[in-house]
C-alpha cells in the first residue's frame, strides 16, 4: 500500500531553517505530484507548496520566498526547505501525494497522506 512518511520537524527560534522530508513508497512517485500542507492548532489544513510530475511548484504567498519544494525521483522523496522561519509557521506538516501529477492547492486533490510532522517555531 502507498506510505508516506515525514521527516525533520522539530523546534527552532525565528529565523532558523528546517528541511522537511517525504519518503513514498507504494506508488510510482516519478508519475506523482507531491503536496506539503500544514495544520495549525484550532485551524483548518492549510496548501503550503506543491510539486508536479514535471518540476513545477506552487506556493502559497506567506511562504512563497522563505520555502522551497523539490524532489528526487531515485530517491521517492520530496523536500521543504523552510528558512526565515516564523512564528506563525508553526503547524503539523502533511506530505500529500496526488496520482495525477499535479501541483494542486486543492486539499481533496491529494489521495494520500503521511502521518505529519511538528515544526515549532519560538519567538
Known amino acids: 500500500q502507498v506510505q508516506l512518511v515525514e521527516s525533520g520537524g522539530g523546534l527552532v527560534q525565528a529565523g532558523d531553517s528546517l528541511r522537511l522530508s517525504c519518503a513514498a513508497s507504494g506508488l510510482t512517485f516519478s508519475n506523482s505530484g507531491m503536496g506539503w500542507f500544514r495544520q495549525a492548532p484550532g485551524k483548518e489544513r492549510e496548501f503550503v507548496s506543491g510539486?508536479?510530475?514535471?518540476?513545477?511548484?506552487n506556493y502559497v504567498d506567506s511562504v512563497k520566498v522563505r520555502f522551497t519544494i523539490s524532489r528526487d525521483n531515485a530517491k521517492n522523496t520530496v523536500y521543504l526547505q523552510m528558512n526565515s522561519l516564523k512564528p506563525a509557521d508553526t503547524a503539523d506538516y502533511f506530505c500529500?501525494?496526488?496520482?495525477?501529477?499535479?501541483?494542486?492547492?486543492?486539499?481533496?486533490?491529494?489521495?494520500?497522506w503521511g502521518p505529519g510532522t511538528q515544526v515549532i517555531v519560538s519567538s
Open positions: 510539486i508536479s510530475w514535471n518540476g513545477d511548484t
Open positions: 500529500a501525494a496526488d496520482s495525477l501529477g499535479r501541483n494542486s492547492r486543492a486539499i481533496n486533490q491529494y489521495l494520500y
